[in-house]
């Protein structure tokens, strides 16, 4: 099969086009960056640099491919979120219908029924219902957790304060999500796309709340490291300075208001399947070693 691939050399879309690469299948990786076009090309497969926001490149790209993987990309400085995720759905939707692409995996995320009240993860209400659009074609939408390597922006708080933290409390159980196995997930049904109509399937790896997350690491750091429940406006200023626009951080906070006040997981709670393979502490010890040997 022919398979085009949005996300470049992603957590997510690196490993699934090496799986499909593995399998087989001919892939076109989508990236906006002509510097990983080597990369791409090393892996076997077929790099097509341009943005996302140009539906005539993306028509391009995906004309000829039997399905396609779908994802938004980060958007740290935006200040209009909402309205620019619904821009780029828009454009993958047209892109889509005009080359005819038969399947579609699209990432999505945890707290996605909702049109709002859930911070960065409501944008994506819009994302399935823009491509859902699509009248004929099966699409599947993976309500992804909260990723592992977020945990990567805690490092330094981890090892140098022994803390790590939200804004919400430690005793809340959090649906996480290795990327691998979003992808393993989204390779399975690309692979061999067998799925009809519109759907959503949930997707974590783990579930652990704030307090246990501090003990994974206080067990593979050797030293105590607590959980700690940050004001709204020490997380909002945190975010500022490690990149986001204000916009952005408000919305990231809001996905933590959304946890402390018990929406963001309700409907996760009634469909969840913790479908993928690797585990919280299996990742953390993977981490502190990559750490060490860096």
Same mark, same amino acid.
């Given at each position: 099969?022919?398979?085009?691939?949005?996300?470049?050399?992603?957590?997510?879309?690196?490993?699934?086009?090496?799986?499909?690469?593995?399998?087989?299948?001919?892939?076109?990786?989508?990236? $906006?960056?002509?510097?990983?076009?080597?990369?791409?090309?090393?892996?076997?497969?077929?790099?097509?640099?341009?943005?996302?926001?140009?539906?005539?490149?993306?028509?391009?790209?995906?004309?000829?491919?039997?399905?396609?993987?779908?994802?938004?990309?980060?958007?740290?400085?935006?200040?209009?979120?909402?309205?620019?995720?619904?821009?780029?759905?828009?454009?993958?939707?047209?892109?889509?219908?005009?080359?005819?692409?038969?399947?579609?995996?699209?990432?999505?995320?945890?707290?996605?029924?909702?049109?709002?009240?859930?911070?960065?993860?409501?944008?994506?209400?819009?994302?399935?219902?823009?491509?859902?659009?699509?009248?004929?074609?099966?699409?599947?939408?993976?309500?992804?957790?909260?990723?592992?390597?977020?945990?990567?922006?805690?490092?330094?708080?981890?090892? $140098?304060?022994?803390?790590?933290?939200?804004?919400?409390?430690? *005793?809340?159980?959090?649906?996480?999500?290795?990327?691998?196995?979003?992808?393993?997930?989204?390779?399975?049904?690309?692979?061999?796309?067998?799925?009809?109509?519109?759907?959503?399937?949930?997707?974590?790896?783990?579930?652990?709340?704030?307090?246990?997350?501090?003990?994974?690491?206080?067990? #593979?750091?050797?030293?105590? #490291?607590?959980?700690?429940?940050?004001? *709204?406006?020490?997380?909002?200023?945190?975010?500022?300075?490690?990149?986001?626009?204000?916009?952005?951080?408000?919305?990231?906070?809001? #996905?933590?208001?959304?946890?402390?006040?018990?929406?963001?997981?309700?409907?996760?709670?009634?469909?969840?399947?913790?479908?993928?393979?690797?585990?919280?502490?299996?990742?953390?010890?993977?981490?502190?070693?990559?750490?060490?040997?860096?």
């Amino acid at each position: 099969m022919k398979i085009t691939i949005i996300g470049s050399l992603g957590n997510v879309s690196r490993p699934l086009a090496a799986t499909l690469i593995n399998k087989g299948h001919q892939v076109t990786l989508i990236t $906006q960056d002509a510097r990983k076009a080597e990369q791409i090309a090393a892996m076997g497969a077929v790099a097509a640099v341009g943005s996302v926001t140009d539906s005539a490149f993306l028509t391009t790209a995906f004309t000829g491919a039997d399905a396609a993987y779908t994802m938004i990309p980060p958007l740290a400085a935006a200040e209009n979120y909402y309205g620019e995720v619904a821009a780029i759905a828009t454009g993958y939707r047209q892109a889509l219908a005009a080359a005819g692409v038969k399947y579609v995996v699209n990432l999505s995320s945890i707290g996605a029924e909702q049109p709002s009240g859930n911070g960065l993860s409501s944008a994506f209400y819009q994302v399935e219902d823009i491509l859902n659009q699509l009248p004929d074609t099966p699409i599947v939408h993976l309500r992804a957790g909260m990723f592992y390597t977020n945990f990567y922006g805690n490092l330094e708080m981890i090892l $140098q304060q022994q803390i790590v933290g939200n804004n919400f409390p430690g *005793d809340i159980p959090l649906g996480l999500v290795h990327p691998h196995d979003i992808a393993d997930t989204a390779a399975a049904l690309l692979a061999a796309p067998v799925f009809t109509g519109k759907s959503f399937r949930y997707i974590t790896s783990d579930e652990q709340t704030g307090a246990g997350i501090a003990d994974i690491f206080s067990r #593979v750091t050797g030293q105590p #490291v607590s959980w700690v429940p940050f004001p *709204d406006e020490a997380l909002q200023q945190g975010a500022m300075q490690n990149g986001f626009s204000a916009h952005m951080a408000s919305l990231l906070m809001q #996905v933590g208001v959304s946890i402390r006040e018990g929406r963001l997981f309700t409907a996760y709670e009634k469909n969840k399947e913790i479908a993928g393979r690797r585990k919280f502490d299996a990742f953390a010890a993977e981490m502190m070693k990559a750490v060490v040997n860096s």
